[in-house]
């Protein structure tokens, strides 16, 4: 006899699940069982294909390698010859069992040949018949055997010891009538009957569990998960190919009926399995992977039929949650504006409008400067919605508007406890948050020294590390830094890495002033004046108004651009908002309510322009302030600069600045 299989043969673990056709049974026994199993046969024509196989143990075991897989349903079988089938074969092995009144008729049939019997069983003997023998003073021996070496030993004792007639199964009962001794066969119609019911029966649940695994393995082959289903015992059921991979094992590879321990003891089901409670989201490292998994009973009628491990890459977690907050993101997180929303047809904001529609088709890094109002923040979001990032968060951050603690933690985020006051559960960066869209730096060029250090780091490896974090957070991001300053300046004077300038100003845009597109002053005057009336309630148009505007709006220097502009308008939209006719206008001293545009500053198409032949003191202190805020915003905030033209030193450009409520 052959030795037990390492594993349960391949074309015997994965039955093919069908209901059209009768289930196949083998009956498999040799001489008598199989004389019997002619007899019975016939009655089950219309309810099974039952074949009689005249071998047994391992010969049984190659004519069924030879089959294709899920042909035959079932085996019936006793004695030995069934119990290693049993063993061996992952097919339901049905035994005929031998019955009270099996071994009644047996000895009855051998009494009448000899007083001398024995009763031979495999195994062990028939406990019943010892207590029934006792009982009645019966005169009759019981012998048991494991193989057929140890049957044939046992018959040859048995003829030494003058045993006339042996009662057993099939086996025994052929040797010893080799022997000369009478053998008298144990099992009768009615236990075979019995087996036959038995197995059809069997047979009928385990097509319907195969084709219950061949409907979860169908489920399972479309999860992006590792999945491994097992038994009570902890033999794999079911195993997808993710979960193959995450084993490090080719797709197809046979691991049904084998235990999970087996193949690979991190992943256990067995504490879960004898608890019947489910653990869930446990960290497992697995070739060099970190996994998240989770270990869940399975029930049926509350009854504990086996258990399901899921299997997932703890990056692919990170990254389905980070896509969750991206998809189902803050109001604020969303761009309002778009490039359309930029007004004006003059050739400078053309030209902007052309190379930001160019620039959204890229994911490079954009760097906007221009002096402050000029609608740097408006061009960023109108970028991010014509890339591909438009249904991506648009995430901004003003970088003067944080101390560099503060800062810190807003840009990269922090976990649990990395601090005193830290929030429970940590707290993501804005370059987690902003994930798969656009992050919007601005005024850039006030970020102290220390933190470009990190987020150079941070640009360069596309990764995060929060405070408090030993693994890294990978993010895909388009940044667009934005700054009013000169950062090359910045750069000579050492307030501003070079290394994160060049970074940075991969793709560049340099809005212009509002003084120098003033063919846009009428437009944007009109749109934004008509909300503004609006929003007053206002009897008056913004044509109306715009007939006696337009002359000051156009001889006005406009240091704060367009944001100056648009909070003139609704200064003027408020206080005309009562006004009841267009008459009405020519008692109003636009002095009073809009001073900038009546002041020296107006006089000024560039600031600069006639600041040689003027000074500061021959000028108002308004004026004065309107003059500085002017010349700053030519300059870029380059104040050694604006000293230079004005004239003056630093000390009374920082005294009059200190004065300046603008600044």
């Given amino acids: 006899m052959s030795s037990l299989p390492a594993s349960p043969l391949p074309s015997l673990t994965r039955p093919v699940a069908t209901t059209s056709r009768k289930p196949t049974l083998w009956a498999v026994g040799i001489s008598k069982l199989g004389a019997l199993y002619r007899d019975i046969v016939p009655e089950y024509a219309a309810a099974a294909d039952i074949q009689i196989i005249d071998k047994g143990y391992d010969e049984v075991i190659d004519e069924l390698a030879t089959q294709p897989a899920g042909t035959v349903d079932g085996i019936i079988a006793a004695g030995s010859n069934g119990a290693y089938l049993r063993e061996r074969l992952a097919l339901p092995v049905v035994l005929v069992k031998v019955t009270g009144f099996d071994v009644m008729q047996a000895l009855a049939r051998a009494r009448r040949i000899s007083s001398r019997i024995a009763l031979v069983s495999y195994a062990r003997p028939v406990l019943e018949f010892e207590r029934f023998k006792n009982a009645f003073g019966l005169d009759v021996g019981q012998w048991s055997y494991r193989n057929a070496q140890d049957a044939e ?11 006339e007639a042996v009662v057993g199964p099939g086996l025994v009962t052929e040797l010893a009538e080799k022997s000369g001794m009478a053998g008298i066969f144990l099992y009768s119609h009615d236990s075979v009957h019995a087996a036959f019911e038995t197995a059809l029966e069997v047979a009928r649940f385990s097509r319907i569990e195969a084709w219950r695994r061949e409907r979860l393995d169908t489920i399972l082959r479309h999860l992006r998960d590792g999945v491994i289903a097992v038994d009570t015992n902890e033999r794999i059921q079911s195993i997808n190919a993710p979960m193959l991979s995450m084993l ?17 003891p991190e992943l256990s089901l067995q504490r879960t399995l004898a608890s019947g409670e489910a653990e869930l989201e446990t960290i497992v490292p697995l070739l060099g992977k970190t996994y998240v998994v989770n270990r869940i009973p399975l029930r049926e009628q509350s009854v504990l039929t086996g258990a399901v491990l899921t299997c997932q890459d703890s990056l692919a977690v990170s990254r389905i949650d980070r896509s969750l907050r991206s998809r189902h993101r803050p109001r604020h997180l969303v761009a309002r504006y778009r490039l359309d929303d930029l007004v004006g047809t003059s050739a400078p904001i053309e030209r902007i409008r052309t190379l930001a529609r160019h620039y959204a088709a890229t994911d490079s890094t954009i760097l906007i400067d221009g002096a402050s109002g000029t609608g740097k923040e408006l061009v960023a979001q109108g970028i991010h919605n014509a890339s591909r990032r438009a249904d991506y968060p648009f995430v901004a951050i003003n970088c003067a508007a944080f101390p560099e603690t503060l800062l810190e933690s807003e840009l990269f985020g922090y976990e649990e406890g990395a ?8 707290k993501a960066g804005i370059f987690e948050t902003a994930h798969n869209g656009t992050l919007f730096l601005d005024e850039i060029g006030e970020m102290p020294l220390p933190l470009q250090t990190r987020l150079l780091r941070v640009l360069q490896e596309r990764e995060v590390l929060r405070l408090g974090a030993n693994e890294p957070i990978p993010f895909d991001v388009r940044v667009i830094a934005a700054t009013h300053r000169d950062l090359r300046a910045l750069v000579a004077q050492g307030d501003f890495r070079e290394d994160l300038y060049y970074r940075l100003n991969i793709l560049r845009l340099t809005l212009p002033p509002l003084r120098a597109r003033r063919d846009d002053i009428a437009t944007l005057a009109q749109r934004l004046l008509e909300r503004a009336l609006a929003r007053a309630g206002a009897r008056l148009s913004a044509a109306q108004l715009l007939a006696e505007l337009e002359p000051l709006l156009q001889d006005y220097a406009w240091p704060g651009n367009v944001r100056e502009l648009e909070n003139v308008l609704e200064r003027i939209a408020v206080s005309c908002a009562a ?23 107006a006089a000024f198409a560039t600031p600069s322009a006639g600041l040689a032949a003027r000074g500061l003191r021959d000028i108002s202190q308004q004026s004065q302030r309107e003059l500085i805020r002017a010349m700053l915003a030519e300059c870029g905030g380059d104040r050694d600069e604006v000293c230079r033209r004005l004239g003056i030193s630093r000390s009374t450009l920082w005294r009059r600045l200190r004065e300046s409520p603008a600044d």
């Fill in 248 to 264: 490090g094992l080719e797709t197809g590879t046979p691991l049904t009926g084998r235990t999970l321990a087996s193949v690979a």
């Fill in 579 to 601: 006004l009841p006719d267009v008459a009405s206008l020519r008692s109003i001293q636009w002095q009073d309510i809009a001073p900038e545009l009546a002041g020296p500053v």
């Fill in 153 to 163: 030993d046992l018959v040859q004792m048995l003829r030494q010891r003058g045993v």
């Fill in 419 to 426: 601090f005193t006051g830290a929030r429970r559960g940590g």
